[in-house]
């Protein structure tokens, strides 16, 4: 009985606390009306939970009820490569263009991976566009800026398997980088660790495995002063200035949280990501009674620690 009367009062309490909040809202719109402020309403919207504020923060339609649905049968990670495969395919949203759907399924995805809390999914993504390769096939452009480094390396990772999966299922193709592409990535990669900092840098051969495999084509607006001296001018590379949410979300995101991605990609059955394994382990996999199979010191973490 106790129990019962307890539960409604803190109902009873909450209730007030959303009245008064709307209250205060509808005064506080009143006095934007006036024109005082620079926008004439309240910007902030409200959210109960995480499936309303990446609703809100992206503002995607139907996106809510659909990913409450995803998160009681499956992980956050797996229900947000669903919901933005969902997205893309036109089962959530409306679109007027696929490149449009695309842009908007990475965004509610990157978002349910960061759990609507910080600016990666709006500032950290700049855009997403569909290039050309050189057969004429599509691939996807994921366009990343300075503050996907809010999302933290895990998400930054993720945001691009994401990428995969939702081209899968729509049906574009793979990034078939060209060699003075690869190399790009390279030169830029360190000249980033230069001028600015990363939490780890891959080596070059790291960087060349990522960037021939990764079906996606991880991009990125200029964020430094500094330019590439070597692999300049580049016909499907806008700029010879370094592209710093590029280099974080290649460096601190696939490299650095490589086992993180292979985890993921084996609950999801995706295929066309082994060379992960192979990165980890610097080589094929071993069978179990294979004695060569031990487990070997690794220095990756420690590599550029001060002695």
Not at 133 to 161: C, E, K, M
Request: with cysteine; glycine share 10%; hydrophobic share 40%.
């Amino acid at each position: 009985m106790g129990e019962t009367i307890a539960s409604e009062e803190m109902h009873e309490y909450f209730n007030g606390l959303e009245a008064r909040l709307k209250e205060a809202i509808e005064i506080a719109n009143r006095a934007r009306a006036r024109g005082g402020d620079p926008r004439p309403v309240v910007e902030i919207p409200l959210a109960k939970d995480l499936a309303d504020r990446v609703e809100n923060l992206i503002g995607v339609q139907g996106v809510a009820v659909k990913i409450r649905e995803l998160e009681i049968r499956m992980s956050r990670e797996e229900a947000a490569l669903e919901i933005g495969k969902q997205v893309a395919e036109g089962v959530v949203g409306s679109f007027p263009t696929k490149k449009d759907a695309v842009e908007a399924a990475i965004r509610v995805s990157m978002a349910v991976l960061t759990e609507g809390v910080v600016a990666a999914p709006i500032e950290g993504i700049d855009k997403v566009d569909l290039g050309k390769n050189d057969d004429g096939s599509q691939y996807i452009r994921i366009f990343y800026s300075g503050p996907i480094r809010s999302a933290g390396g895990t998400a930054q990772a993720l945001s691009v398997l994401v990428g995969d999966y939702v081209r899968r299922g729509i049906g574009i193709d793979r990034y078939k980088p060209r060699e003075e592409e690869v190399e790009r990535y390279v030169e830029e990669i360190l000249l980033y660790k230069r001028v600015a900092s990363l939490q780890y840098t891959p080596s070059e051969d790291e960087i060349r495995m990522i960037v021939r495999n990764c079906p996606v084509c991880i991009d990125g607006d200029p964020t430094e002063e500094a330019e590439v001296e070597g692999h300049r001018d580049l016909e499907r590379i806008g700029t010879n200035r370094v592209r710093g949410g590029m280099c974080l979300v290649l460096a601190e995101g696939l490299a650095l949280k490589a086992p993180k991605v292979l985890k993921n990609v084996r609950k999801m059955k995706m295929e066309g990501w082994d060379w992960i394994e192979e990165m980890i382990g610097g080589g094929p996999k071993s069978d179990d009674d294979d004695p060569s199979a031990a487990i070997k010191p690794k220095d990756k973490y420690i590599r550029d620690l001060i002695g």
